[in-house]
């Protein structure tokens, strides 16, 4: 065989080779880009959250969810009033006390500085 003909051989094999392990880095960058695609399309897939419901619906469920809540904000009502009138009461006697205590300490300075 020629030489020539050999050497442009070994010039092809080696220009083969080079590109092998360039298509074989290509594909390792390209792989480890590409490994976790499936998680990555999970990851990104969208779901729909929100649902268009009927008015309808949204109204039955408002005076379902009201006349759940209305008995028991009535009982909270009636409670906050109870409350209040107790602590009003409460409020009356400790004036009353304080107004007694004062007119009592009025009378003990007096009968106190006659007895000088």
């Given at each position: 065989m020629n030489s020539n003909y050999l050497y442009s051989l070994q010039g092809c094999v080696s220009s083969l080779r080079m590109s092998v392990d360039l298509l074989g880095s290509s594909i390792s960058a390209l792989d480890s880009g590409v490994s976790d695609l499936a998680r990555i399309k999970t990851v990104l897939k969208t779901d729909r959250v929100f649902e268009v419901v009927p008015e309808s619906d949204v109204n039955a469920l408002k005076d379902n969810l009201a006349g759940e809540i209305e008995p028991m904000l009535i009982d909270l009502l009636k409670q906050a009033d109870a409350?209040?009138?107790?602590?009003?009461r409460r409020e009356r006697s400790l004036v009353a006390k304080a107004q007694l205590q004062e007119v009592r300490l009025q009378q003990s300075s007096r009968s106190g500085s006659r007895d000088v």
């Open positions: 409350a209040i009138s107790k602590l009003e």
